[in-house]
């Protein structure tokens, strides 16, 4: 986890490739908060909600 945060840390643009079944989950570390990601890209199964959660954080959601 560590060496995540630190990648974080020193990154230029933070990118999340992650599916909809990643979203409302309980982790057992947080790595970064999800206001510290710039853009997420996921799947077109995301819900309504989730996606507007994102995107009131300004976070740019690219669904493929």
């Excluded at 996606?51 to 669904?63: A, G």
Aim: proline residues 2%.
């Amino acid at each position: 986890a560590q060496i995540k945060k630190t990648m974080l840390s020193i990154a230029s643009e933070r990118i999340v490739l992650a599916d909809s079944t990643k979203f409302n989950k309980v982790a057992r570390c947080l790595i970064s908060p999800i206001s510290a990601v710039d853009t997420i890209i996921t799947d077109d199964v995301l819900g309504s909600n989730d996606f507007d959660m994102l995107r009131e954080k300004e976070i740019n959601v690219e669904r493929v």
